[in-house]
């Protein structure tokens, strides 16, 4: 029985994914439908397994990337540069032209990070900052410490907390430098980004909106779920709340980034399991389900499509997407037969549906 003025349509500018992994190769060509059917731009992150961190290589990805999407759209794609070992601050002025973002991912934090600046390189010498804040370009950063000073492994849930004492310094010593924190998840980098609005910017996952650490772990086990294993991890019930009420706070330099990111499924069922989660099937989808349960939708399309073309300076587009209430069931993985990808949430239903033209 339909409930009394229940919304059945839903409509609003085509979003824009901030922050997503189209991978390399045939897993590219498996998942960027995803990415192409929801959204009308996005920022594909390029920590590859041979990083694009020179210009050379980023019109290389783009070569890979451009001709998958169809010439009839007027997809927005941008690609940061990333910050590797490799670079220097004139590898910075060389790329500005093509890209204005910088993307730093600390050494082993993350999938083919294990180019990327330690926190002791970044610490030991800021020039690279003052190159990036020179060209005006975004400073993205992926804020996690992963071990302390001494070596020592730090835990999960506290790495992003540990990693804010350095963006602190960075804002101190580059206050003209834009900073994006990107996928914030805890309630310390929520208080934090509260604190120090002005030119920084933050992005939202879906993951870290809709699920706690208690889907980390196995039932009655210490042992990590790799299917709900991600970096940065899922945190505490208390956390996902914060991170929910800064999605829901309306700020302008609060936006949608899915962190979408995809890996074989031998991969995620290894020990280790690789780190990342593939939500790109069902972002729009579970996002207008939870935008509409905290009676939260008329702020969806400012979070998914507006803030982040505005921050980075892009044209909002005219074309619109559509979303009729039907009830679908989310597959457990996508294949093309040499490679399967288990997708987020597979086997449980969402209750809204894309309308295709």
Not at 302 to 326: D, G, Q
Request: net charge neutral; glycine share 4%.
């Amino acid at each position: 029985m339909k409930e009394k003025n229940e919304i059945r349509k839903y409509e609003q500018i085509i979003g824009y994914d901030a922050h997503v992994h189209l991978r390399e190769e045939d897993m590219t060509k498996l998942v960027i439908g995803d990415t192409l059917h929801q959204f009308g731009g996005c920022l594909a992150m390029t920590n590859l397994k041979d990083p694009a961190d020179n210009p050379k290589k980023l019109a290389e990805y783009w070569r890979f990337i451009f001709p998958l999407i169809s010439r009839d759209r007027k997809f927005q794609l941008a690609m940061p540069l990333m910050l590797t070992k490799n670079v220097t601050a004139e590898t910075i002025s060389q790329s500005s032209p093509y890209t204005k973002i910088v993307k730093w991912i600390p050494g082993t934090t993350s999938t083919n990070s294990e180019m990327g600046l330690s926190f002791s390189d970044l610490e030991k010498d800021f020039s690279i900052l003052e190159a990036i804040q020179k060209e005006k370009m975004f400073f993205s950063g992926h804020f996690e410490k992963a071990f302390t000073d001494k070596g020592a492994l730090i835990p999960l849930k506290y790495q992003e907390e540990e990693a804010l004492f350095l963006v602190e310094k960075i804002r101190k010593n580059f206050p003209d430098l834009i900073i994006v924190f990107e996928h914030i998840s805890s309630k310390a980098g929520a208080k934090f980004f509260l604190a120090n609005l002005e030119k920084m910017a933050c992005t939202i996952t879906l993951h870290h909106l809709i699920l706690n650490d208690s889907y980390l772990y196995k039932k009655y086990s210490e042992k990590i779920n790799p299917f709900f294993y991600c970096k940065p991890c899922l945190k505490s019930e208390d956390d996902r709340r914060t991170i929910l009420e800064l999605a829901f706070s309306g700020l302008e330099n609060v936006f949608f980034g899915s962190d979408s990111a995809p890996h074989p499924l031998f991969k995620k069922e290894a020990d280790p399991p690789a780190a990342g989660l593939f939500s790109a099937p069902i972002l729009m989808a579970a996002l207008i389900e939870l935008f509409e349960r905290h009676g939260k939708l008329p702020l969806l399309e400012n979070f998914t499509a507006i803030n982040a073309r505005k921050f980075y300076n892009l044209e909002i587009p005219e074309e619109k997407i559509t979303f009729l209430k039907s009830n679908w069931t989310i597959p457990e993985t996508i294949s093309n037969g040499n490679i399967s990808v288990p997708v987020l949430l597979g086997g449980t239903e969402l209750k809204w549906k894309q309308k295709f033209k």
